[in-house]
Nanobody, 124 residues
Framework: QVQLVESGGGLVQAGGSLRLSCVGSGRTFSTHGMGWFRQAPGKEREFVAG????????YNEDFVDGRFTISRDNAKSTVYLQMNSLKPEDTAAYYC?????????????????WGQGTQVTVSS
């Protein structure tokens, strides 16, 4: 069984930064792509960023616009999401997820394990 535990969320003013972390259990962390999703109240869960086993990254360019960076440290079984220049519309619960294989995927059904989520609130 794989467990993912997020941390690093909180309340921040617009323009501020947060770094989310997600620690995974199990020995298969390094062989799977990882992703970050977010979900605001009343909205569907949406893809934020993904990273494959080789470190290639992709972002949702509808709103990331160079502000976020996803990274991974396989030795620590941890994936990060550095978020800069935060906006009130970034307010959401952020979820770490493990994809079903080694690549980058974008739809929630392509991920098999999820963390419990960490709340990010950006005040104006």
């Amino acid at each position: 069984q794989v467990q993912l535990v997020e941390s690093g969320g909180g309340l921040v003013q617009a323009g501020g930064s947060l770094r989310l972390s997600c620690v995974g259990s199990g020995r298969t962390f390094s062989t799977h792509g990882m992703g970050w999703f977010r979900q605001a109240p009343g909205k569907e869960r949406e893809f934020v960023a993904g990273i494959n086993v080789s470190g290639r990254r992709e972002y949702n360019e509808d709103f990331v616009d160079g502000r976020f960076t996803i990274s991974r440290d396989n030795a620590k079984s941890t994936v990060y999401l550095q978020m800069n220049s935060l906006k009130p519309e970034d307010t959401a619960a952020y979820y770490c997820s493990r994809s079903r294989s080694s690549g980058i995927y974008y739809r929630p059904e392509e991920f098999d394990y999820w963390g419990q989520g960490t709340q990010v609130t950006v005040s104006s």
